[in-house]
Nanobody
Framework: QVQLVESGGGLVQAGGSLRLSCAAS????????MGWYRQAPGKQRELVAV???????NYADSVKGRFTISRDSAKNTVYLQMNSLKPEDTAVYYC??????????????WGQGTQVIVSS
């Protein structure tokens, strides 16, 4: 089992910044990918940014140039630096972890989510 603990959400004015953190703990094998998704009220969950074991990153077009994903592999932690926040960034942000479990294959874990509210 893997536990993902997210932190860093909150209320911020438009134009402000927040930094989200997600730490993975428990029985961890080979993490292939960690990242962030978000879900706004009435909308489907969508990708925000992910980073692979090799360090490759992928961002949603809506956050490119404003958000930066990074990781500390030694701590099994991923970060999301969010700058120039907009009201449309308001959502619950979920951490996602994908790993390969020997004998079992791919395993995906999700965090509980952290709320981000951007006021105009």
């Amino acid at each position: 089992q893997v536990q993902l603990v997210e932190s860093g959400g909150g209320l911020v004015q438009a134009g402000g910044s927040l930094r989200l953190s997600c730490a993975a703990s428990g029985t961890i094998f080979n993490i292939n990918l960690m990242g962030w998704y978000r879900q706004a009220p009435g909308k489907q969950r969508e990708l925000v940014a992910v980073i692979t074991r090799g360090g490759n990153t992928n961002y949603a077009d809506s956050v490119k140039g404003r958000f930066t994903i990074s990781r500390d592999s030694a701590k099994n932690t991923v970060y999301l630096q969010m700058n120039s926040l907009k009201p449309e960034d308001t959502a619950v942000y979920y951490c996602k972890e994908e790993e390969w479990v020997p004998g079992n294959g791919a395993r995906i874990s999700w965090g509980q989510g952290t709320q981000v509210i951007v006021s105009s």
